[in-house]
Nanobody, 118 residues
Framework: QVQLMESGGGLVQAGGSLRLSCAAS????????IDWYRQAPGKQRELVGT???????NYADSVKGRFTISRDNAKNTAYLQMNSLKPEDTAVYYC????????????WGPGTQVTVSS
């Protein structure tokens, strides 16, 4: 079973950038599809984007063109580069892993807080 840990969150001004990391341990990272989610206070968890084991990506419309997901299988790490941040991007960000694109998540990280000030 893969274990995940996010890092890189923090406080940033609107228009700024942050890069989140999702470090994996416990198994072969490269076989997993990685999702990035976020959850703002009082709102449902939202899928931000996905990267497949082959490196293909997909994004929510709300972040398309601003966020980029990548992975380095040699480092067992996935990344979420966030540019042109807006106050509405404020949320706890989670990474998760799954084996199949439409399958269930098999592991979640604890999350990292991102706060964007106006």
């Amino acid at each position: 079973q893969v274990q995940l840990m996010e890092s890189g969150g923090g406080l940033v001004q609107a228009g700024g950038s942050l890069r989140l990391s999702c470090a994996a341990s416990g198994t072969i990272f490269s076989i997993y599809i990685i999702d990035w989610y976020r959850q703002a206070p009082g709102k449902q968890r939202e899928l931000v984007g996905t990267i497949t084991s082959g490196g293909s990506t997909n994004y929510a419309d709300s972040v398309k063109g601003r966020f980029t997901i990548s992975r380095d299988n040699a480092k067992n790490t996935a990344y979420l580069q966030m540019n042109s941040l807006k106050p509405e991007d404020t949320a706890v960000y989670y990474c998760s892993a799954k084996r199949h694109y439409y399958g269930p998540e098999v592991s979640w990280g604890p999350g990292t807080q991102v706060t964007v000030s106006s």
